[in-house]
């Protein structure tokens, strides 16, 4: 998501550029209806990634204290790249599922929205 200053002339430094994240590229990822996390979580992860590992190994260790996350049937989460539905194929990486820097990914799982249905 790039910005642009409305000020004539400004020369600022950009500093999050993928070129300075090591190989990594940052994806924004979201559980909707899930506010005990109150924004979507910065992650710097290695575009080669299987998007499976990101399902199997990174979301547990951020979402995983959350009493729904254990109920998730991942057969029936729907997926958003940024704004558009978004099918992931897990046994391919984060880069040939079209993830690139700063994308924003959320996932919404039908039948869990929060604590007691509070959305929390």
């Avoid at 190989?23 to 924004?39: A, I, P, Q, T, Y």
């Avoid at 991942?74 to 690139?100: A, C, I, M």
Wanted: charged letters at 15%; hydrophobic letters at 40%.
């Amino acid at each position: 998501m790039a910005l642009v200053s409305l000020q004539p002339g400004y020369t600022g430094v950009v500093r999050d550029l993928e070129e300075n994240f090591h190989g990594n590229r940052l994806l924004f990822v979201n559980w909707e209806h899930h506010l005990m996390f109150c924004s979507p979580m910065a992650l710097p992860l290695p575009p080669a990634m299987p998007f499976g590992a990101l399902v199997n190994e990174v979301l547990p260790s951020l979402y995983g204290s959350h009493p729904d996350f254990a109920k998730i049937d991942w057969s029936t989460v729907q997926w958003k790249h940024g704004r558009e539905n978004f099918t992931p194929d897990l046994g391919k990486s984060l880069d040939e599922n079209g993830l690139t820097h700063k994308s924003v990914l959320r996932f919404t799982t039908p039948g869990l929205t929060g604590l007691s249905g509070s959305g929390a």
